[in-house]
């Protein structure tokens, strides 16, 4: 599943075997990084489940700024939800491939910063996940795109999740529904999100999740 993409490009049509480009090979090496790190992973099956914690995402790109934002609940627990948000840098976004919009990685990779952010709360959790970008949450899902650079970024979220023993479930949710979409917008000057008694935290983008910087990580 971690990935489709090669074999998506041959289910599309290509009926004869077509050599690999540079950006299949990446693709490849990555799935070998991650099969190389695999560990085995224990799965409650009795007993008193631990509550899922629940995100929402969003992003929003306008006049050449892209800002993040996000919300964790832990329903039925008195854990305080927490809203986040931060600003791309350019140079992340220049190594994506030039778009006149980057809403669609925008709102991919959001699951590439929070585990790099926050990974003492996402770690040994069942996750929840509400993403209100349609095409970002079905790449999720299935951890594949057919373009190169949200692709990688989905497969090295899916890598860092698993190697935090993180299972997570993505939906997609609609903007008005979306708790996070004022963070996005305004970061924590939204009036609503400060009406909210939330713990808000405003970040700076981590460092090493350019194009080229995570997979040189995995010593690709």
């Not at 840098?89 to 491939?97: D, N, Y």
């Not at 996402?122 to 692709?151: G, K, M, P, Y």
Request: net charge negative; proline share 7%.
């Amino acid at each position: 599943m971690l990935d489709r993409r090669c074999l998506t490009q041959e289910e599309a049509g290509k009926l004869r075997p077509t050599p690999l480009d540079e950006d299949d090979c990446i693709s490849l090496q990555v799935l070998l990084q991650i099969v190389l790190d695999c560990q085995p992973r224990d799965v409650q099956v009795c007993g008193r489940d631990q509550p899922p914690m629940v995100i929402y995402s969003d992003a929003s790109f306008e006049e050449g700024v892209l800002r993040l934002g996000w919300v964790l609940v832990c329903p039925g627990t008195t854990y305080q939800p927490r809203g986040g948000t931060c600003v791309v840098p350019q140079e992340v976004i220049a190594s994506w491939i030039p778009r006149k919009q980057q809403i669609y990685p925008g709102e991919a990779v959001v699951a590439l910063v929070l585990p790099a952010l926050l990974p003492a709360l996402l770690a040994d959790r069942d996750i929840l996940w509400f993403v209100d970008n349609e095409s970002a949450a079905s790449t999720l899902v299935r951890c594949a795109s057919s373009q190169c650079d949200v692709h990688e970024i989905a497969q090295y979220s899916h890598y860092m999740l698993h190697m935090l023993r993180s299972r997570v479930w993505y939906e997609w949710i609609d903007s008005d529904s979306n708790p996070s979409d004022g963070l996005s917008r305004a970061g924590l000057e939204d009036e609503w999100t400060q009406s909210q008694n939330w713990s808000l935290q405003s970040y700076s983008f981590p460092p090493g999740l350019s194009r080229g910087e995570f997979l040189r990580s995995l010593r690709i």
